[in-house]
């Protein structure tokens, strides 16, 4: 009786060379090169997609994807509420808004509702009676969103 090698060795390169192609496609489709931008008028700093232009005026921050298929507009507000669910409550109100998705995170040690307006994603920071908001001009862009509000900071 003749014992049969066991040839694992190419079954193992392969599973190794697999692996190595998922993860380069992962991080090519998944992870999205930044640049921090910071806003001494605005007193913040957010990381903001090398495929988007960024124009800064007196009281927002315009973000434009560099294909044209949209973008994303940060802006300041200020308000007399002292919390941000009041300032929700006024705006809603004065508006006749439609609110859906709503929750309440941190984000940096800053108090944010993340809400749907009238159908659009909407992050909403709270500071010292003032509001940052921040939306999208289209769905499509709710992933860059997401990524930018995640890294949004309140520079005093």
């Known amino acids: ?17 697999v692996a190595v192609i998922v993860i380069a496609l ?4 998944y992870f999205i090169p930044t640049k921090t931008y910071h806003s001494k008028t605005l007193k913040i700093s957010i990381d903001v997609p090398n495929d988007y232009s960024i124009e800064e ?18 802006f300041k507000i200020g308000t007399n509420s002292d919390n941000l669910e009041g300032y ?9 808004l439609r609110l859906t998705n709503k929750e309440n995170i941190k984000i940096n ?7 749907d307006i009238n159908g659009k994603r909407n992050y909403l920071f709270y500071t010292k009676y ?9 769905k499509d862009l709710n ?5 930018i509000a995640r890294s949004f900071r309140y520079e005093p």
């Open 57 to 74: 005026g007196t009281v927002s921050i315009l973000l434009k994807k560099k294909n044209n298929t949209g973008e994303i507009l940060l």
């Open 143 to 147: 992933s860059d969103l997401d990524r």
């Open 88 to 96: 929700l409550l006024d705006i809603v109100n004065y508006n006749h």
């Open 130 to 138: 003032r509001v940052y908001s921040l939306e999208a001009s289209s």
């Open 109 to 115: 040690n800053l108090q944010v509702i993340k809400v």
């Open 26 to 29: 992962l991080i090519k489709f």
């Open 1 to 17: 009786m003749k014992k049969q090698k066991n040839n694992k060795g190419p079954l193992i390169f392969i599973a190794i060379f």
